[in-house]
């Protein structure tokens, strides 16, 4: 009978180690599959990258068109075409796609309170004033001698006001714009004329427009002595949303102002301010999980 306890327990501890080691060798797997992107030297400088990556860091283009960037055989380093998806390059290489030199650009992050009357597009053929003017000496704040190709995060029409993301972040930008991740937006709305109870109700419960059907997660009046000030909370990023539901409704939109973006707000800036994003804030926006419900744009 001692015989025989001893060869259960035996078998028992074998069994649990094999289980331990698999779940330590898939765990390896990953970290090892993470770093194939990127080498570092022994003090953590990035000494290589992977050229997809390369050309993803340089704003050129997601990991993905830049692969196919690769597999067309326009890209070139150091004067040889270039058409394996694990090369690796280093900083001082010359990469070239479709004769052009490719530079990685430094990453920024920027949240703005932007103003009325500004566009938030990168340039408009009418002359008229984007935000990308109100932050055009932010290369000078980061002692960078040359000028990051940057652009607006998300819709906000000229007449809207509030939180505001910019970035050369092309990655961040795509993953925030995909409607799976649903990013929460977070509005307070002046309107012409106080919102009645029941039209309260009626946007609360879900609206159809002329694009389809509209859910927000909150709607509520921000004091019950001005029912003309409504606050919303929602997850959809399409376009004028907000103005179209009360316009819908028989309400006019006189004030709009954004104060949540992906739980980015502007506390601390005053209209027409900005900052750099600082690294957790960045993070963060990087840990927004997908929703799973669909939320259409």
Do not use: C
């Amino acid at each position: 009978m001692e015989n025989q306890r001893r060869a259960r327990r035996n078998t028992s501890s074998q069994n649990s180690g094999s289980k331990g080691s698999g779940k330590r060798y898939a765990k390896r797997s990953i970290r090892k599959e993470r770093s194939k992107d990127i080498d570092s030297t022994a003090d953590n400088t990035p000494a290589s990258f992977r050229l997809n990556r390369y050309l993803a860091h340089a704003g050129l283009a997601s990991r993905r068109k830049a692969d196919e960037l690769i597999r067309a055989g326009v890209v070139t380093v150091n004067g040889k075409t270039v058409s394996s998806m694990g090369h690796k390059v280093q900083f001082g290489d010359k990469v070239y796609v479709r004769g052009k030199l490719v530079q990685p650009e430094q990453k920024v992050y920027i949240v703005m309170n932007k103003p009325k009357d500004f566009l938030t597009t990168t340039d408009d053929d009418r002359g008229r004033r984007t935000v990308l003017d109100i932050i055009k000496n932010f290369p000078h704040k980061l002692n960078l001698p040359y000028t990051p190709r940057v652009y607006p995060v998300g819709r906000l029409d000229r007449m809207t006001t509030g939180v505001l993301l910019i970035t050369n972040d092309g990655e961040l930008t795509q993953r925030l714009s995909h409607p799976k991740f649903g990013v929460k937006k977070s509005y307070l709305t002046t309107l012409n004329k106080p919102l009645h109870q029941e039209d309260l109700v009626l946007i609360k419960n879900g609206l159809t427009l002329e694009d389809g059907p509209i859910q927000v997660d909150s709607v509520a009046y921000e004091a019950k002595s001005e029912q003309y000030v409504v606050s919303v909370e929602l997850h959809s990023g399409r376009n004028r949303i907000v103005r179209r539901m009360f316009e819908h409704m028989g309400y006019e939109v006189e004030r709009l102002d954004r104060l949540e973006y992906g739980g980015l707000n502007k506390k601390n800036l005053s209209r027409g301010d900005w900052r750099f994003l600082a690294k957790h804030e960045v993070e963060k926006l990087w840990k927004l999980k997908g929703k799973t419900r669909n939320f259409k744009r």
